[in-house]
């Protein structure tokens, strides 16, 4: 169990890292936040050994709060419905929460724990996905983590305009009736 000065540390480092990356995005200055928090930047590395790391426990509860979603929308009826529900308010959040895109974003030079919010959203959208082919409304050679890329390239592609989360939805519409014509 960590000692009581660590678990401070951990939750002020976490509570300061969640404003600059809200004001900053994903490149959110380590040194800044270890400043803010009043601790070494040693210390930051310590509980976040990389920025994956902190950007995981940053969007921890909003990744919780859509796999719960997406657990709630796999036994609804409309399969594409369901689907394409969960990929709305995934694309919705991540253009609201900036540097949510970067930690959607699977980086294959890592070793898996350095992409858990990829990994969890991509284990949650699964059974959705799933469902949506064998209804037949999406092509079989979609992949969980092809639907992630599409959300965090919208998302990017989106995160200066005057409406993020506007624009962002109007785009995922477009993708989607490319991948699953109604």
Same mark, same amino acid.
């Given at each position: 169990?960590?000692?009581?000065?660590?678990?401070?540390?951990?939750?002020?480092?976490?509570?300061?890292?969640?404003?600059?990356?809200?004001?900053?995005?994903?490149? %959110?200055?380590?040194?800044?936040?270890?400043?803010?928090?009043?601790?070494?930047?040693?210390?930051?590395?310590?509980?976040?050994?990389?920025?994956?790391?902190?950007?995981?426990?940053?969007?921890?509860?909003?990744?919780?709060?859509?796999?719960?979603?997406?657990?709630?929308?796999?036994?609804?009826?409309?399969?594409?419905?369901?689907?394409?529900?969960?990929?709305?308010?995934?694309?919705?959040?991540?253009?609201? %929460?900036?540097?949510?895109?970067?930690?959607?974003?699977?980086?294959?030079?890592?070793?898996?724990?350095?992409?858990?919010?990829?990994?969890?959203?991509?284990?949650?959208?699964?059974?959705?996905?799933?469902?949506?082919?064998?209804?037949?409304?999406?092509?079989?050679?979609?992949?969980?983590?092809?639907?992630?890329?599409?959300?965090?390239?919208?998302?990017?592609?989106?995160?200066?305009?005057?409406?993020?989360?506007?624009?962002?939805?109007?785009?995922?519409?477009?993708?989607?009736?490319?991948?699953?014509?109604?």
């Amino acid at each position: 169990m960590p000692r009581s000065d660590a678990q401070r540390n951990y939750a002020r480092i976490l509570a300061v890292a969640e404003q600059e990356v809200a004001e900053h995005g994903a490149d %959110a200055s380590l040194e800044q936040i270890a400043r803010t928090a009043g601790v070494g930047s040693a210390t930051v590395r310590r509980h976040f050994p990389s920025r994956r790391a902190l950007l995981d426990a940053v969007f921890r509860e909003r990744v919780e709060v859509l796999n719960a979603r997406a657990r709630e929308l796999t036994g609804a009826e409309d399969a594409r419905g369901a689907l394409l529900g969960w990929l709305a308010a995934l694309t919705e959040y991540a253009a609201s %929460a900036r540097g949510m895109a970067t930690a959607l974003q699977r980086d294959e030079s890592t070793d898996g724990n350095e992409a858990r919010v990829c990994v969890r959203l991509t284990d949650a959208g699964e059974p959705l996905l799933r469902r949506a082919i064998e209804a037949g409304a999406v092509p079989g050679e979609v992949t969980p983590a092809d639907l992630l890329a599409v959300v965090a390239g919208v998302v990017l592609a989106t995160e200066h305009h005057r409406d993020p989360a506007g624009e962002a939805l109007r785009l995922l519409g477009l993708a989607v009736r490319g991948i699953s014509p109604s």
